[in-house]
């Protein structure tokens, strides 16, 4: 059987080691994509300047065989969009009820890197980072319930065009799911690039394909 080794261009694009840029990787899962850690890079350091303290949740989703052949790209906007309106929301509606109707407020920024099991069904690994003075737990993986994992839950639900009791399963958190990360906390940011590092692996990924890895656009500071 033909093998077709990487060209010289394609290896450029790839980390090998124990570190890169000074932050620690999973080596064992890799090599490593260049692009998508320096994009892991910028989301958090983008997620720090807006909020020193952040708190990010890393949770898989699921698509189930009835809803395959949807447009992928679209329904990831359509989960982000769903759920950055529900954030919104629930800060909202929580400065009503808040002391002289003050709340913190948050960005919302991920990452998700798109794979395919064993079975051929896809999924995505994603990371949400947000202002861990307006978050900071996902709350009981229950339907209904007044936080985070419900959030989340409900937004997939959504982007499916199912009903959210339907959707149950298809959203999966893992073990050790959440990270504190702080602006002044080196050690913080190298437990969760070390963690976060695994959705940049080149296994499983489609070189130059759009619907392998995405993330948050990069925030610019407007010009005076």
Not at 31 to 41: A, C, E, S, V
Not at 52 to 58: C, E, I, S
Request: proline residues 4%; glycine residues 6%.
């Amino acid at each position: 059987m033909k093998i077709d080794l990487p060209t010289r261009k394609a290896k450029s694009r790839l980390v090998i080691g124990p570190f890169y840029r000074g932050y620690p990787v999973m080596q064992d899962k890799g090599p490593f994509l260049r692009q998508y850690l320096d994009r892991t890079i910028d989301v958090t350091d983008d997620a720090l300047e807006a909020h020193p303290r952040t708190f990010a949740v890393r949770f898989d989703l699921r698509i189930p065989q009835v809803c395959e052949g949807l447009d992928e790209h679209k329904l990831i906007n359509r989960f982000m969009n769903s759920l950055r309106a529900k954030i919104a929301w629930a800060r909202r509606r929580a400065a009503k009820t808040a002391m002289k109707g003050r709340v913190h407020r948050t960005d919302v920024r991920y990452l998700w890197a798109r794979e395919v099991g064993q079975r051929g069904r896809p999924h995505y690994h994603f990371v949400v980072l947000l202002n861990r003075d307006a978050y900071r737990v996902m709350g009981k993986y229950e339907v209904g319930r007044d936080n985070l994992y419900s959030r989340i839950l409900e937004a997939w639900a959504s982007a499916l065009g199912m009903d959210v009791e339907d959707a149950v399963g298809l959203v999966h958190v893992p073990r050790n799911a959440t990270y504190e990360i702080d602006a002044d906390d080196q050690e913080s940011q190298d437990d969760f690039f070390y963690r976060v590092s695994y959705l940049a692996k080149s296994a499983t990924k489609v070189l130059g394909s759009r619907h392998s890895f995405g993330s948050s656009r990069r925030w610019v500071k407007p010009r005076r």
